[in-house]
């Protein structure tokens, strides 16, 4: 497909104005450029049909099955977009006074009471705009506690199969990252932990179903080593789809943790936002928290309450994304107590259907029950074809569905993370096996082929370590 300047044609535009009865104003030179600027020049309806062919190629959950592993894209009620195109909640100043806003603030109010509710915590701030946001706004609240305690401790445990934004939030927060390896059923070595476990540790980060999909079944002995020698447990709350509503992380014995609301609770994602990574905690570490938070008068109002002294202070402007948080609210309101435990039950029913169909024809190093996701292996495949987990996901897309996560988890080679989610038929699930299946049979028929997959989008193969390391993002004209 050609770009918008590629289409150009020289003094090609799009509207006709009648001719203007305000007279002509000659800017100064000063406020002019020496240069024309380098826009596209097209009609109307060229332009509108250019937009148009691109939209038809954007891939989203409203398009088609999309079971990104650690992601949760699942569908997500046009209810709760209505609640947040609510004109009261769009046209809302963040420095209207509280009187006035009493709409919005109950709205924070409330989420954060659900959320506290949700994850078993006593506190919590709807401020940080990510996941790795809410991770490193935690570990930040984790210093302030140790130094507060008048100690300094340097280091932090992040397990072998966590998320990459756990050791570098850990990291950008000025810790020592101390990593500790999983066994082989894929849990935590809790004898490696107690070995790790000393005065300098402030915290473990976990994730819990970890990401290969599996509950760590130690928790309650994981929690127990840290708070022995003094040290906070951190939950990386990112995907509590398999959880909510049956376990809470509080009552495992985590201290803090973050949430992405654009996951688990409603906002769709994939873009790069807006997101939302709330961070809940108990009641000790409250004191830190950043941020203006909303209290409730005794009188029934709303209210902004001052940050406390202790606070490490704001991680961003004003209340976080606010929408996102009016959508988070709109769902948990609509599922309720019953609904919101019933999706999760939904969504790890349905990883677990997929992982036992998967499992007759892909490898899936630990096929025992899973939580929302499960993680099976190209390894084997690619021993005996030369077709790797990245062929096998672009073949995928050539079938009309998503790709699951590759090569991550890092500790499953060739690995492929399947997410299929709570709002999937059967029906959807079933067809996406059966892809799957066809593109495992073409790798041992036909190999080669699949090395030249997609052949239905635009560009094919993209550079992606140039991509990563030498992105292009402005706007405009490709560089050539
Ligand atoms: C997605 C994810 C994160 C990071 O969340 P962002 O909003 O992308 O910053 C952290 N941990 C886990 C387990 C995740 O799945």
Do not use: W
């Not at 709409?103 to 990510?130: N, R, S």
């Not at 190209?378 to 990245?390: I, M």
């Amino acid at each position: 497909m050609k770009t918008i300047f590629e289409k150009t044609v020289s003094g090609r535009k799009c509207t006709e104005l009648p001719e203007s009865g305000i007279p002509a104003y000659t800017l100064k030179a000063a406020c002019t450029r020496a240069e024309k600027a380098d826009l596209p020049e097209l009609s109307e309806l060229d332009l509108v049909r250019h937009y148009d062919a691109l939209s038809a190629k954007a891939y989203g959950v409203d398009s088609g099955f999309y079971p990104l592993g650690s992601c949760t894209m699942k569908y997500n009620p046009k209810l709760n977009e209505c609640a947040a195109a609510l004109e009261g909640f769009t046209d809302v100043h963040p420095l209207q006074g509280d009187k006035s806003a009493q709409g919005a603030l109950e709205v924070l109010y409330l989420l954060t009471e659900y959320l506290k509710e949700i994850t078993g915590m006593d506190d919590g701030t709807l401020q940080p705009a990510a996941g790795a946001h809410g991770e490193f706004t935690s570990l930040l609240m984790i210093k302030a506690y140790f130094e507060s305690k008048g100690g300094k401790r340097t280091k932090v445990i992040v397990p072998d199969s966590a998320h990459g934004t756990n050791p570098a939030s850990a990291a950008m927060a000025g810790f020592e990252i101390v990593n500790i390896p999983s066994l082989a059923d894929g849990c935590v070595d809790v004898a490696a932990l107690k070995d790790a476990m000393d005065g300098d540790v402030a915290a473990l980060m976990l994730t819990n179903p970890n990401t290969l999909g599996l509950f760590e079944k130690n928790i309650g002995e994981i929690a127990e080593t840290v708070h022995k020698k003094g040290g906070l447990l951190y939950y990386d709350g990112a995907n509590l789809n398999a959880v909510m509503g049956i376990a809470r992380p509080g009552d495992m014995g985590f201290d803090i943790m973050h949430i992405n609301l654009h996951k688990t609770f409603a906002t769709p994602h994939g873009g790069g936002g807006p997101g939302s990574g709330p961070v809940l905690c108990k009641k000790r570490l409250s004191e830190f928290l950043p941020g203006r938070r909303v209290a409730k008068t005794d009188g029934g109002a709303y209210a902004l309450k001052k940050a406390s002294p202790k606070s490490i202070g704001n991680v961003r402007a004003f209340y976080g994304n606010f929408l996102v948080c009016v959508r988070a609210l709109t769902y948990i309101i609509t599922l309720g107590r019953e609904g919101i435990k019933d999706a999760a039950q939904k969504a790890v029913l349905n990883a677990n259907y997929m992982r036992k169909r998967v499992s007759e024809f892909l490898d899936v190093p630990h096929n025992v029950p899973c939580m929302h996701e499960f993680v099976a292996s190209c390894e084997k495949l690619k021993e005996e074809t030369g077709v790797s987990a990245l062929d096998v996901a672009k073949a995928l897309i050539d079938c009309g569905i998503h790709p699951p996560t590759i090569y991550f988890p890092l500790i499953v080679h060739e690995a492929m993370m399947f997410e299929p989610t709570e709002t999937e038929s059967k029906e959807t699930i079933d067809g996406a096996v059966e892809m799957l299946r066809s593109v495992i049979e073409a790798a041992r028929t036909n190999p080669q082929e699949l090395k030249n997959a997609p052949k239905t989008t635009p560009v094919g193969r993209p550079d992606e370590v140039k991509a990563a390391r030498k992105p292009i993002v402005a706007f405009g004209k490709i560089p050539r």
